[in-house]
């Protein structure tokens, strides 16, 4: 809309002064503009003409702005430059103060676009935040807070590119407090996204995500599918540092399905790339080869070199993986002569830069007194008749240019059409077959959950509440009878690394341990009981440790745990990470687990049991922290431990089962339309 728009402005000038543009096109030339369509070309002589025309310095800028705002090139940085220094000099002469604001709009937007090229076309960070802080500078004198917001995420950027990332951190702070406070939610989603980002360099996966949530629901609400495709990307990679694949490919081929919609080819190539690199992590070469091959295809017709390096190297991997070592050697030969040609080119720009710039300022002098003479010697009569011929061609042109849009937008439409039903077909099944290994594993979780008959035959006064975040849960609860005529009750809460399928998997394992330790060692005492399973645990997973840059990387995977003892009114309790409640007489007594997981941790040590002879009407909570970290409510925070406390001591009137209908619906109406983010166990007992 914007290049129709100024099509149909800029024409009648452009067609005036169609001969004097001819002229310019030494400058089009001199930086080997191959690939212009013919819109970005007529735009192109359009602003050259108004820019020669006129002597007055805001309409010249605002003419070198069109061409740098419309015209996507790598020229676009020489444009600015010329831009900028026709600013700088507008600035040093005797002009009203509303000129001088009009131009100080346009010298903040020139500085960030210097900013830009510096940052993305040289790779120079330093000299990009020098312009960046400039640009700041004077957004700031024209209380301009939207840009004052967008150059303090701009700057957080280049701090984090140069590895002050908690500098960064603070600007993107700054930035999102600005657009806070002018509601402005749209651009919003750029900090939220840069924060994000943040908590993820630093491990924080919850955090990152909940960020990259709130950035892509924003970015939804108001249209936004870049900021949609890049927030599932950014997701899709939290994700596998999680190592929850099945989510991180679910994520990406969200990701895709935008690109592909917007026919963004440098989107979908660097996405296809990271789906490829999924399936490499989990052994599956053919679908990474898949990926990989068509992300290389696109990035070999686009010429974007960095796409060309990323998917090269990665087809090297995939080679190697599947014994081409001919395969392999070539496509890192392509990815390192990419490399190499990606800094050649950039400093093949610089001296084209420089050349054309000097071209530039001597033509111009000499066109300038050219075209002067024939502004003054031109006749009434000829400018009526030039008026009369494009008006005509004026008309002739606009309607050739919309056939062309509606032709191209048709064929693009319908290349789109076809891809998304293949991609639409292709995703179904997968997701089925996926559907359907997760339910046969949500059998195997069942077998190792007690059922409720036995639970209510030894604690007969309870209630659980069980909310697994998908099929399958890394949360788990526990129940077993020791002692003579089984008068000793173990019953816990666990809280396994993941959810999902890897944290049911884990959830086998840690249960089996916990059975083990009772059956194999005869034990009872619950810090006994959780010594024992860690050594199992630590023992079952050491299967899985492996070799990684001449270290050993060990399996992080455990599980939190609240473990009971109940013999009549004696409790033993050991916690790992999770705590046990006790409300007794309307007040909450709390208990504090060991801060040590079930499982690898470098400071381990013996876990400690805690004894109490229990009251009649004593009620007994254990649970997993799956419950107090909901989002939720008008703000969309977490629901929180204090939050929980004063639920449970509000229903402590009611039986157990009305209890747990009463934090059921307490968790749902706390979540509304916010995705569950964790599973929920949460196990209570009245003495």
């Given amino acids: ?106 010298e903040g937007g020139a500085l960030n676009n210097l900013g830009l090229y510096y940052e993305y076309q040289k790779g120079n960070s330093s000299k990009a935040l020098d312009y960046y802080l400039k640009a700041l500078k004077v957004y700031e004198e024209l209380e301009n807070k939207n840009g004052e ?42 900090p939220l996204n840069c924060i994000g980002l943040y908590y993820e360099n630093k491990g924080d996966h919850p955090q990152a995500l909940d960020y990259f949530q709130e950035s892509l629901k924003i970015d939804i609400e108001s249209g936004n599918k870049q900021g949609i495709a890049m927030s599932h ?38 996405i296809l790339n990271n789906i490829g690199r999924v399936y490499i992590i989990q052994g599956d070469d053919k679908s990474a080869y898949v990926n990989a091959k068509r992300s290389y295809d696109i990035a070999i017709k686009i010429g974007f070199p960095s796409r060309i390096s990323g998917s090269s190297l990665l087809l090297s991997e995939i080679y190697e993986m ?44 000499v066109d300038d007194a050219v075209y002067d003479k024939q502004l003054a010697v031109e006749q009434e009569a000829k400018e009526k008749q030039q008026i009369i011929i494009y008006a005509i061609g004026f008309g002739i042109a606009l309607l050739a240019i919309f056939l062309f849009f509606v032709a191209n937008r048709l064929q693009v439409t319908r290349k789109q059409k076809v891809i998304i039903e293949d991609a639409h077909e292709e995703l179904s099944e997968k997701n089925k077959e996926i559907l359907d290994s997760i339910t046969y594993a949500k059998r195997i979780q069942t077998a190792i959950l007690p059922p409720d008959k036995l639970v209510k035959e030894y604690l007969e006064d309870s209630f659980i509440l069980y909310k697994p975040k998908d099929i399958v849960a890394g949360d788990f609860y526990w129940m077993k009878t020791v002692g003579n005529n089984n008068d000793t009750i173990l019953f816990a809460a666990a809280d396994c690394t993941g959810h999902g399928v890897p944290g049911a998997m884990v959830s086998v394992v840690c249960s089996n341990a ?49 473990l009971c003892a109940l013999q009549g009114n004696k409790l033993k309790y050991a916690g790992a990470n999770n705590p046990l409640w006790i409300i007794r007489n309307g007040e909450v007594l709390i208990t504090k687990a060991n ?93």
């Fill in 149 to 190: 917001a967008m150059m303090l995420n701009r700057i957080g950027t280049i701090y984090t590119y140069q590895d002050n990332a908690e500098k960064g951190f603070e600007y993107y702070l700054k930035s999102l407090k600005i657009y806070e406070a002018l509601k402005d939610k749209r651009e919003m989603a750029n």
């Fill in 322 to 365: 599947q014994n081409k070592p001919a395969d392999a050697l070539e496509m890192y030969k392509l990815y390192t002569s990419t490399k190499d040609s990606v800094t050649n080119e950039n400093t093949k720009t610089d001296a084209v830069r420089q050349q054309s710039k000097y071209e530039y300022n001597k033509q111009k002098a």
């Fill in 514 to 562: 916990l059975n083990r330790s009772i059956k194999e060692y005869g034990l009872t005492d619950p810090a006994e009981i959780l010594d024992r399973t860690r050594e199992i645990v630590i023992e079952e997973f050491s299967a899985s440790n492996v070799v990684l840059d001449d270290r050993l990387d060990y399996v992080k995977d455990g599980m939190d745990i609240a």
């Fill in 595 to 687: 801060k040590q997981p079930i499982g690898h941790f470098r400071s381990s040590e013996p876990f400690t049991s805690h004894s109490f002879e229990l009251q009649e009407g004593d009620s007994i909570y254990i649970f997993s922290d799956g419950y107090v970290d909901q989002f939720g409510g008008e703000r969309g925070k977490k629901f929180m431990a204090k939050a929980l406390r004063k639920l449970l001591l509000s229903i402590q009137d009611k039986p157990m089962e009305e209890q747990r209908i009463a934090v059921d619906k307490a968790f749902e109406s706390w979540r509304g339309d916010i995705e569950q983010v964790d599973d929920v166990c949460l196990i209570g007992v009245r003495i």
């Fill in 233 to 270: 990307s950014n997701i899709g990679r939290t994700y596998v540092s999680k190592k929850e694949y099945d989510k991180s490919l679910i994520s990406f081929i969200k990701g895709l399905k935008v690109f592909e919609e917007m026919g963004d080819q440098t989107g979908i190539s660097l």
């Fill in 1 to 106: 809309m914007k290049k129709i728009f100024l099509t149909f402005f800029l024409l009648p000038i452009a067609l005036w002064s169609q001969n004097y543009a001819d002229k310019e096109h030494y400058l089009i030339d001199s930086l080997n503009l191959e690939e212009l369509t013919s819109a970005d070309q007529f735009l192109l002589d359009s602003c050259l003409g108004i820019y020669h025309q006129s002597k007055v310095d805001t309409i010249k800028i605002n003419a070198l702005n069109g061409i740098c705002d419309n015209l996507v090139h790598d020229v676009w940085g020489e444009y600015q430059f010329i831009q900028y220094k026709l600013i700088q000099e507008a600035l040093q002469k005797e002009i009203t103060s509303k000129e001088k604001g009009a131009i100080q709009y346009y």
